[in-house]
Nanobody
Framework: VQLQASGGGTVQAGDSLRLSCAASGPTSSRIIMGWFRQAPGKEREFVSREIWSGGRIDYRDSVKGRFTMSRGNAKNLVYLQMNSLKPEDTAVYSC???????????WGQGTQVTVSS
C-alpha cells in the first residue's frame, strides 16, 4: 500500500487547509485510515483515525471541533479539513493505513503545515 499526502502549506492563524491522502497499490474496502502529525522536536501524535473502515472517527482533543476527516468519492481517498488553524498545529502531517485492530502499518510521506501567528 502506498500513501501520498498533499495539500499542506503556510497559512495564518485562523485560516483553513484541506489535506488529501490517496492510497494506491493492493488495497481493499476494509482499509482503515488515519492522520498523524509530528512537530519539530516532538513525537508523532495521532490527529484523527477511523475506528473501522469508513466508520466512526476519533480525534485528538486539541483538534475536536476544528478538524474533520472524511472519505472521498474514490474508495481510497481521505481528506482532513482543518479550520481555525493555530500555530500549535504546525507540523508535518502524514496519513497512515491498516487493516486490523492493531497499529497502523502503512505510512506515507508527510506534507508540511505551517501556521503563523
Amino acid at each position: 500500500v502506498q500513501l501520498q499526502a498533499s495539500g499542506g502549506g503556510t497559512v495564518q492563524a485562523g485560516d483553513s487547509l484541506r489535506l488529501s491522502c490517496a492510497a494506491s497499490g493492493p488495497t481493499s474496502s476494509r482499509i482503515i485510515m488515519g492522520w498523524f502529525r509530528q512537530a519539530p522536536g516532538k513525537e508523532r501524535e495521532f490527529v484523527s483515525r477511523e475506528i473501522w473502515s469508513g466508520g466512526r472517527i476519533d480525534y485528538r482533543d486539541s483538534v475536536k471541533g476544528r478538524f474533520t476527516m472524511s472519505r472521498g468519492n474514490a474508495k481510497n481517498l481521505v481528506y482532513l479539513q482543518m479550520n481555525s488553524l493555530k500555530p500549535e498545529d504546525t507540523a508535518v502531517y502524514s496519513c497512515a493505513a491498516k487493516y486490523g485492530p492493531g497499529g497502523f502499518e502503512y505510512w506515507g510521506q508527510g506534507t508540511q503545515v505551517t501556521v503563523s501567528s
